[in-house]
C-alpha cells in the first residue's frame, strides 16, 4: 500500500478543524490571503474533480474569496450555535444507551487521554465536537508522520492503527450523516462546499486507513 504523507493528511484535518469554529475577522482574511494554498491542500486531500471541472476545493476557496465575515457569522449561528439546523456533535446524531451525552464524552476523552491530551484552552465545545474529533486525527497523523521521520516502526503502526480505530468508531458513525445534513441545509456557498470536502475527505480517509493491517 502506498503512504500518503502523514503531514500533508494532517494538514488537512488541522484545516477543516479550523473552518468548523466560529468565523472571525483574522481567520477568515488569513483563509483568503492564502485561498491558493488552501484550494492545493484540500484538492490533495480529496481529489474529486473531473477533467475540465472546477474542483471542490476551488469552489469553496472561490466563495471564501468572495465572503463576507458578518453573514458568514450569522449562517454559523444557525447552523451550528443557537437550536443549531445542523448540530456538529456526535452526541447528536449517535444516540447512546438512556440517551446521555455524557457517555460519549467519557469515551471520546479517554481517547483524548490515551495519547497524553487534555482540555485544550482554545476549543470551549465538548469533545464530540466536530473541530475537536478533526483536530485529533490532525494529532494523530502529525505523530505518524514524526514516526516515520524517526524511523520508528511501532510508533508508526500505533498511530496510524489509532487513526483508524478512532475513525471507524467515532467519526464514521456520524460525520457522513452531519456532513450531507450540512450540505442540504447551508444557505451559504462557503458552507455547502465546506460540506462536501468533509464528506469526500473522511471517506477517502476511511478507505485509505481501512487498507492497513496491523503487523503480526
Known amino acids: 500500500m502506498n503512504i500518503i504523507d502523514p503531514y500533508m493528511r494532517s494538514l488537512v484535518y488541522k484545516t477543516l478543524s479550523q473552518l468548523y ?16 494554498q488552501l484550494a492545493e491542500l484540500l484538492d ?18 472561490n466563495a471564501i474569496c468572495n465572503q463576507r465575515l458578518e453573514p458568514m457569522q450569522v449562517e454559523y449561528v444557525r447552523l451550528f450555535d443557537y437550536r443549531p439546523t445542523c448540530p456538529p456533535f456526535q452526541s447528536a446524531v449517535v444516540k447512546m ?3 446521555n451525552p455524557a457517555q460519549l464524552y467519557l469515551l471520546i476523552e479517554s481517547c483524548y487521554r490515551e495519547f497524553g491530551l487534555g482540555a485544550n484552552p482554545d476549543f470551549r465545545d465538548p469533545p464530540d465536537h466536530i473541530s ?8 494523530l497523523s502529525h505523530e505518524e508522520g514524526q514516526a516515520m521521520e524517526d524511523d520508528v516502526p511501532e510508533d508508526e503502526e500505533k498511530y496510524r492503527g489509532a487513526q483508524k480505530t478512532f475513525i471507524d468508531s ?23 462546499s465546506l460540506a462536501r470536502i468533509t464528506g469526500s475527505f473522511i471517506a477517502n480517509e476511511a478507505r485509505y486507513l481501512a487498507s492497513f493491517q496491523p503487523a503480526i
Open 21 to 36: 469554529q466560529y468565523p472571525e475577522p483574522a481567520g477568515l482574511n488569513r483563509f483568503q490571503a492564502e485561498r491558493r
Open 170 to 192: 467515532h467519526i464514521m458513525a456520524w460525520v457522513p450523516q452531519f456532513a450531507s445534513s450540512l450540505e442540504t441545509h447551508a444557505r451559504i456557498p462557503f458552507f455547502r
Open 97 to 99: 444507551e438512556q440517551d
Open 44 to 61: 490533495a486531500g480529496t481529489a474529486d474533480s473531473g477533467p475540465g471541472e472546477a474542483s471542490e476545493a476551488v469552489c469553496l476557496c
Open 132 to 139: 475537536m474529533e478533526l483536530e485529533f486525527m490532525h494529532y
